[in-house]
C-alpha cells in the first residue's frame, strides 16, 4: 500500500509492430494516474536512451490494451476493466493519428456522387447532373474544369468517376444510372486546358451502375471494373493513356465540330467511340433466366436476392465485391474463380480492402464491418454496430496506413477508424457551420463519395449537399 501522498505505482510492459521502434519487452513500473501522454513520453525516453541524443526525433504514440485504444488514465481503465495493478498490464504502442482538420469546400450544381483525389494536386467528382468537374486541391475556390459526357443516349446522372491512370490524369472512367461505362481521354496537364473525347464504350451492364474503379496491370494497359445493380463485375483491359484507334481517328476528324463549353473544359463527343467488351464478367448475384452464359463466373441461382453489388480492386490480379444479399466475395482474376465467400444479415452499400485478406464494409443498418478472408471456415467479422445515425454509404482505406480507414453516412458525418481498435472512431469531422448552413428537409446531406489523396494527409468528401470537402492532416 502507498503512502498518503505517494503515487501508486503498477507494472507495464510494452510492445509494438513499428519497425525501428522497439523497446525492451520488460516490466515498467509506472505511477497509475498516468494518461496516453506520460506513457508515449516514457517510450520516447527509452528509444531516446537507445539510439543516443541526436538518433531518435520524438513522436506521439496512441496506446491499445485488449483490444481498445487507451483513452483514460491506467488507474481508470483497471477500475473499469476490473483488472489488479499488481499484474503486468500489456500495452501496445502505435503511432498517434492526428485528426485532418476542415480546409476548405468547393460547390458544385448538384449532388456529388463520388470523388476522386489520387491524382497530385487534382480532385475528380462525378455528380446526378450527369458532369464530371476536376477541382485544383489546393484552390477549391477556383472555377473547376466542367464537362458532360456525351452518351449515345440522354444525359444520365453518373453514379462513379475515377481516374483511369491517376498518376497522369490522362483519362478519366464514368459509370452512370443508364448502366453506361465510358473512358474519356484528356490530353493536356493543366485542369483549365482540358480537351476530353470519348474514347471507348464499355457495355455489359443492364442496369445503373454502383460504381467503377481502376487499378495498373501493365506498363501500357490498365484493368477496370465496373459493378451493377444486375448483380455483376465485369472487368476490361484497356490503354493507360485511352488511345484507341477508332476513337483517335475520329478526334482528328471531329474535334472542331462536336464540341461543348463548360467553364473553358471542352468536350467533344465521338460518334465512332470505340466499343469494348468485357475481357470476363464475375456474377455475383445470378443473373435473370435467359442471360448469355457465356463469360460468367461463380454464378449460383438464388431467387429473391437483391442483386445490386459494389466492387474494388485489391490488387490487378484480385476483386473484392459485397451485394445487398448479405454475401462478400473475393474474386482471382488469374485463375478465373471465385477465390473465397463469407455470408452476413447485412445489406452492403460500400467495400474497400484494407490489408492482407481483409476488407471493411458499410452496411444500410448504421453498421461497419470487418472481414478477414485468411479464417476460411467461419462467417465471422468485426462488427461495429451503430457506427453511424444512419446508413453508411461509402468507405476508404487509407493508402499507406494498414490500418486506418474513414466512412461516410447519410447522416452527413465522416469518422476515421483504425481497426486496431475498432470499437470508437478515432475522430468524427465536421464542416464548419458556414459551409454546412444549407437546410435539408430530412436532416443532415448525406455523405455519398469519399476519397484520400495518394499520401494519405487529405480527405476529401462530396454528397447531398453539393459541396466537394476537403480536410487535411497530417497520419503520425
Known amino acids: 500500500m502507498a503512502d498518503q501522498g505517494e503515487a501508486a505505482m503498477m507494472p507495464i510492459r510494452l510492445r509494438t509492430s513499428i519497425s525501428g521502434a522497439s523497446i525492451p519487452y520488460v516490466p515498467y513500473m509506472v505511477p497509475t494516474h498516468w494518461r496516453r501522454a506520460q506513457l508515449s513520453t ?90 464530371v468537374r476536376v477541382y485544383k486541391s489546393d484552390a477549391l475556390e477556383s472555377p473547376p474544369s466542367v464537362y458532360e459526357p456525351s452518351y449515345a443516349s440522354a444525359s444520365t446522372s453518373l453514379t462513379s468517376a475515377r481516374w483511369l491512370a491517376p498518376q497522369t490524369h490522362a483519362a478519366v472512367v464514368t459509370g452512370a444510372m443508364n448502366g453506361t461505362v465510358a473512358v474519356w481521354r484528356i490530353p493536356g496537364s493543366e485542369a483549365q486546358s482540358y480537351k476530353v473525347f470519348h474514347a471507348a464504350d ?38 493507360s493513356d485511352a488511345h484507341f484507334p477508332a476513337a483517335q481517328r475520329e478526334e482528328d476528324e471531329e474535334r472542331s465540330k462536336k464540341r461543348r463549353v463548360r467553364s473553358g473544359a471542352q468536350a467533344t463527343k465521338m460518334e465512332n467511340a470505340a466499343t469494348v467488351e468485357p475481357t470476363v464478367v464475375l456474377w455475383h448475384v445470378a443473373p435473370a433466366l435467359g442471360e448469355p452464359a457465356a463469360k460468367m463466373l461463380g454464378a449460383v441461382q438464388t431467387p429473391g436476392n437483391n442483386a445490386r453489388t459494389c466492387a474494388k480492386f485489391d490488387t490487378s490480379e484480385r476483386v473484392w465485391s459485397a451485394a445487398w444479399d448479405g454475401s462478400v466475395k473475393l474474386w482471382d482474376l488469374t485463375a478465373g474463380a471465385m477465390a473465397g465467400e463469407k455470408h452476413t444479415d447485412k445489406v452492403h452499400l460500400c467495400v474497400d480492402p484494407l490489408q492482407g485478406a481483409q476488407l471493411v464494409t458499410g452496411h444500410m443498418d448504421h453498421s461497419i464491418a470487418m472481414y478477414d478472408f485468411r ?6 467479422a468485426i462488427s461495429i454496430a451503430n457506427a ?70 487529405s480527405i476529401v468528401a462530396g454528397g447531398e449537399d453539393c459541396r466537394i470537402s476537403i480536410y487535411q492532416g497530417s497520419i503520425a
Open 42 to 131: 516514457l517510450v520516447n525516453k527509452v528509444l531516446a536512451s537507445a539510439e543516443g541524443d541526436a538518433g531518435w526525433q520524438s513522436v506521439p504514440f496512441d496506446f491499445i490494451a485488449d483490444g481498445d485504444l487507451l483513452r483514460m488514465s491506467l488507474d481508470e481503465y483497471l477500475t473499469h476493466t476490473g483488472k489488479s495493478s499488481e499484474t503486468a498490464l500489456e500495452l501496445e504502442y502505435v503511432r498517434s493519428t492526428l485528426p485532418p482538420k476542415f480546409r476548405d469546400a468547393a460547390k458544385a450544381d448538384d449532388w456529388v456522387a463520388s470523388v476522386d483525389a489520387r491524382s497530385p494536386g487534382l480532385v475528380l467528382s462525378a455528380s446526378y447532373d450527369g458532369n
Open 202 to 239: 464499355l457495355r455489359h451492364h443492364r442496369g445503373p451502375v454502383t460504381n467503377v474503379d481502376s487499378q495498373r496491370a501493365l506498363t501500357d494497359m490498365n484493368t477496370l471494373l465496373s459493378a451493377g445493380w444486375d448483380g455483376s463485375i465485369a472487368i476490361w483491359d484497356v490503354p
Open 375 to 380: 479464417d476460411t471456415l467461419t462467417n465471422t
Open 388 to 457: 453511424h445515425a444512419a446508413a453508411v454509404g461509402s468507405i476508404a482505406a487509407h493508402p499507406t496506413s494498414a490500418h486506418l480507414f474513414a466512412s461516410g453516412a447519410y447522416d452527413g458525418k465522416l469518422k476515421l477508424w483504425d481497426a486496431r481498435s475498432p470499437k470508437q472512431a478515432l475522430f468524427a469531422l465536421t464542416q464548419p457551420n458556414h459551409v454546412s448552413g444549407t437546410s435539408h428537409a430530412r436532416g443532415a446531406a448525406k455523405i455519398l463519395g469519399l476519397g484520400w489523396s495518394e499520401d494519405g494527409n
